[in-house]
């Protein structure tokens, strides 16, 4: 049984950062993709970035690119997200997921096996 718990979400105002962490309790987390999803009140869940299994290789969503950055120890089987310059649309609850296989990045939430139980991330003056 995988298990993916995150953690880090919180209260920033604009311009600020937060660091999100997802625990991958799975002996072998570190053999796959991982991505991290947000979903806003009324919304699909989104893609927003991911990192192949030995972190060599990351892919982020447009609205994101420059200001969020994807990276994992896997050390310590887990997943960080480093987010910086936070604008009130980034308002959503984040969500963690194991992929398939070691490389591919999926965009959508078809291939993900496991998902943790999300993380909210309010952006507000």
């Known amino acids: 049984q995988v298990y993916l718990e995150e953690s880090g979400g919180g209260l920033a105002m604009p311009g600020e950062s937060l660091t999100l962490s997802c625990a991958d309790s799975?002996?072998?987390?570190?053999?796959?993709?991982m991505s991290w999803f947000r979903q806003a009140p009324g919304k699909d869940r989104t893609f927003v970035a991911g990192?192949?299994?030995?972190?060599?290789?990351?892919d982020y969503a447009d609205s994101v690119k420059g200001r969020f950055a994807i990276s994992r120890d896997n050390t310590r089987n887990t997943v960080y997200l480093q987010m910086n310059s936070l604008k009130p649309e980034d308002t959503a609850v984040y969500f963690c997921?194991?992929?398939?296989?070691?490389?591919?990045?999926?965009?959508?939430?078809?291939?993900?096996?496991?998902w943790g139980q999300g993380t909210q991330v309010t952006v507000s003056s």
């Open positions: 799975g002996r072998a987390g570190s053999a796959y993709a």
């Open positions: 997921a194991r992929g398939r296989g070691r490389q591919y990045i999926d965009w959508t939430t078809d291939t993900y096996t496991a």
């Open positions: 990192i192949n299994y030995s972190g060599t290789s990351a």
